[in-house]
């Protein structure tokens, strides 16, 4: 049995008398690909925000391997391991590849800003580990050849792999992709379907993620959790999810109200 | 301090607090429906306050003529200079938009000192005489800038709230894809509310000429500033806002005043509005607006 | 595999050291063999003085990518401290009788001092500023100037010691700012705005800039890293002040004014908001040009603010964009082109 990294307990959130997320519990082990879906505006990006600390919740705990996150910031949860991908790519697009890298290495750096203006030695040693670091993490995405490319002006494609190479810079134990396949050809699905696989078999995270593609979701997920006007309608295997009755209805039935 | 002075100088703040109101209404507007602080508004006053002195000095226009004509001229300047500068940038990052308007600023300020000389123009008061109740007096000028004002603000709120240009101004600052899928023209609504604003910048620089009588090339931009700040207290976006904003500003300037402080005048209005920010960062009418994630 | 020339790094801060001695050297030449006048030695500490101010600005604007507009008043604070620590000195009577080497002990001191006290007001107007965002900022930063400025006009005695003389200004201060030491505060200030954007803590203001969401949710400390460059950038204003206050030898409040804050603006989105190379080039030209164009001083600020106003519209990123001068880059470019050439020519 392997451990729990993430749990969330009953998670509410409440904006104005409006309820995105009313009732949230998930958990995901370690190696576990875990999948969130749910039709439009069912609340899926708003649980991202809940478990990355942008939104606080109203109501519920978010547990990340045994520690509640309570009163936890953006910046404090990055810190304990949870990382993310957003949904419109938000990447650091002056600046190149390499660069982006690096920023997310910049909490496993120590030297001081004394030590960079004055170029000591601790800043010669760290900054040529986190650098080769970084190169490799890059190469394990094929992206090595791109270090020296303004983000911004990479194709779509890889600006979407460089978002997850930059949050697997911060060494996390969490990765949350918000829809990593939007935008993409059957190919490049493909081919992310792999690299999700790669991430997890290599680097021994849990993940969770957001996808409105049900090849990829129905591919390679363990686990799958249902939402639905902000509640939990369904969890379980794809293949119980794909003749679970009620998800069925979520989903064709507010397509038959339109 | 007597109870007279203290109500007299209440008198003087409400006087120039309308000036800043009407003036911070501009700054509130644009900035409600562009995002953007327009800098060039301060100077905007400037232009309209010369406007009214060389119609008054040298065509000897009655005064009321020169009033119409310093609103139409501020207009029109309003409305050019969105056009040419603002409207090219409008997809820009917002940061270019503001030097921009810094830009915009600095050159009419400094092509006014070219063209009108560097010293201040005076010229005698447009309204004369005054009245007193009690023992304090009271200047027919104050009476007649904030009557000016109040009207101009009750129309600007009826203008918003009951007509159909309103609702589009309204619709373009609440969701500018939003209102433009709905038919509502942007670049007509823009211009139109950088007109109404300037046009009040023009009622305004008449009334600042009722308090002040004489005009310089930098007399916008403090005005514009603290206007700005007045804006900014009341909670920028918000037209009741920009109203309380600018009578508190007003007052508190006359106060100080009265306190023998008024070399302080400009320090203290700083100094409250970053106390202020620090507590309510939207100002007391303002709402909050988060980026969404 | 094609192998690459490429200067080691070392090598290339030996290669720019030495090219920084022979500008001096030359320029040092000049101006004891009066090629270079007096006059002209005056504008080159102006230069060194704006070049200063671009620079640190660019580092609020260009990097951090905020709009701070109160840089004068940091400068203005940096002047009046040092000004006032270099009067309780013996400065003035060492430098007039010629003994320049003892001042420098002096000098170190004064810049220290004036450093830290702009530093300090950097905090104290940083932490409620950087809270707010963008034009936010930018007003509250207007209004800090503005208090600066009112503050020093009004205020003549501190506890009865006569310090800032008001709005009289505060004269006979000792001129302690020589070619030399401008220069190579000019260097330095270079130095340390460099060596900091390259390292992790510039990249981490870079990310702030770019995108202060994703820079939060990779763990960036985005209020320590805000602030810290703010400061930063305030301190070396300061330092700009004491150098000021050295050169020209009193000092008035009115110097201070929005107006000094909008010309350093000027000279970093002249030169390109987040080029290092041309907010240098931008404070040179913008005020050596001024110089040479004497006739037209009139027309010197409409021709700055059009500027400012066709550059947004027609080149926002400014003259140099985000160019960066190298010269490592630079000679690695040459050595290898030639090498290519002579492999085509095998």
Known sequence: MSKTVLKCEHLRVVFGGLAPVSDFSIEVKENEIAGLIGPNGAGKTTVFNLLTGVYVPTKGKVILEGKDLEGYSTIQRSHAGIARTFQNIRLFKNVSVLDNVLIGYNHSMSYSMLSSVLRLPKYWREEKAAKAKALELLSVFDMQGMAKIKAGNLPYGAQRRLEIVRALATNPKLLLLDEPAAGMNPAETTALMETIRKIRDEFNIAILLIEHDMSLVMGICENITVLNFGEVIARGTPSEIQNNPTVIEAYLGSKREE | MDFYTLIAQIINGLQTGSVYALVALGYSMVYGIIMLLNFAHGDIIMVGAYVVYYSIASFALPPLLAVILAVIMCTILGVAIEKVAYTPLRSAPRLSLLITAIGISFLLENGAQLLFGADQKSMSPMVKGGFSMGSVGISYAAVVTIVVSVIAMTALTILVNKTKMGKAMRAVSEDMGAAQLMGISLNRTISFTFAIGSALAGIGSALYLCAYPQSSPTMGSMLGIKAFVAAVLGGIGSIPGAMIGGFAIGILEALVAAAHLSMWKDAVVFFVLIIVLLFKPTGILGKKIQEKV | MKKKFTI??????????????????????????????????????????????????????????????????????????????????????????????????????????????????????????????????????????????????????????????????????????????????????????????????????????????????????????????????????????????????????????????????????????????????????????????????????VVYSLALVLMMIFRPEGLMGDYDFSLKRIIQKIVNGIINRRKGNE
């Open chain 3, 8 to 301: 080691p790094t070392p090598a290339s801060y030996v290669l720019n050291a030495a090219i920084l001695f022979v500008i001096w050297l030359a320029i040092s030449m000049m101006i004891s063999s009066g090629v270079i006048t007096n006059y002209w030695r005056g504008i080159l500490i102006t230069i060194g003085i704006n070049i200063v101010l671009a620079t640190s600005l660019n580092l609020a604007c260009g990097y951090l990518g905020q709009l701070p507009l109160g840089h004068a008043g940091f400068m203005a604070v940096g002047a009046y401290a040092g000004a006032i620590f270099m009067k309780a000195t013996p400065a003035a009577a060492l430098i007039r009788s010629g003994n320049t080497l003892a001042v420098l002990p002096l000098f170190v001191v004064a810049v220290i001092i004036s450093a830290l006290v702009a530093g300090i007001f950097g905090i104290l107007i940083g932490i409620p500023a950087l809270r707010l965002k963008g034009d936010y900022l930018a007003i509250i930063t207007l209004g800090f100037g503005e208090i600066i400025r009112v503050v020093l006009t009004n205020i003549d005695s501190v506890l009865g010691f006569k310090f800032t003389y008001g709005a009289a200004g505060l004269a006979r201060i000792p001129k302690f700012t020589s070619f030399n030491i401008c220069y190579f505060m000019v260097i330095l200030c270079i130095f340390i705005i460099h060596t900091f954007m390259k390292s992790r803590h510039g990249r981490a203001v870079l990310s702030i800039r770019e995108n202060e969401i994703a820079a939060e949710s990779v763990g960036i400390n985005t209020t320590f890293y805000k602030t810290s460059a703010f400061v930063l950038s305030a301190m070396l204003a300061g330092v700009a002040g004491c150098l000021y206050a050295g050169y020209i030898g009193s000092l008035y409040p009115s110097t201070f004014k929005f107006m000094k804050s909008i010309e350093i603006l000027v000279m970093v989105v002249l030169g390109g908001m987040g080029s290092m190379f041309g907010s240098v080039l931008a404070a040179i030209v913008l005020t050596a040009l001024p110089e040479l164009l004497r006739a037209f001083s009139d027309y010197r600020m």
